[in-house]
């Protein structure tokens, strides 16, 4: 264990190299950029249609959405801009920890709309309540551990959180009624 500490970030490569040698050390170096480089792809298109699709029906402001002054690829130019500061900026520990955080609340969200969906989907009310309670104990865990273990990155993820709030607030106060939306969606 305390090997494949002190390698770090090229652990998974050294871990080859005993076996296969420089040649698997290598392989798995490339194999490592390339699952990076293709979940970067991935993750900017993917937030780039989204905050497109968001645009379009009122939830973010226009100039993220394909008739912005920066181009249909607007939402995603804004996107990839924030990962860069962010990610020079930030601890990747501490980014982990808040991508982590918002995985577990977006999982209790779903698990909410499943339950308040669950005469139109067939949903059993036992284990959509069972899922939501056990997504809530991980959280709680999670944010006393995290509190206790890195101090700074709670504070982080409670100010990103109010942040995001506020913002939102803000947006909504400023455009005003929103526009008709698909029932189904809104009603979710």
Known sequence: VPEVIGYGETAIAEAARPT???????????AALLATS?????????AGGLTSMLASVGQFPPFFGRGSPLGSHAGMLITAGIVLVVSNLVDLSAIASVGSACSL???????????????????????V?????????VLAFFAVDTLRDAPQTFIAIIAITLLAV???AVWKRRRGAPPLADPDVTRA
């Not at 293709?38 to 993917?46: D, E, F, I, K």
């Not at 308040?116 to 067939?122: L, S």
């Open 166 to 168: 506020a913002l939102d």
């Open 129 to 137: 309540l069972t899922a939501i309670a056990a997504t809530a104990v």
């Open 20 to 30: 296969l040698g420089d040649a698997g050390f290598t392989m798995m170096a490339i």
């Open 38 to 46: 293709s979940s970067v792809n991935a993750t900017l298109y993917a």
């Open 105 to 127: 609340v977006i999982f209790m969200l779903v698990g909410v709309a499943a339950y308040r969906r669950r005469a139109d989907t067939g949903a059993n009310a036992a284990i």
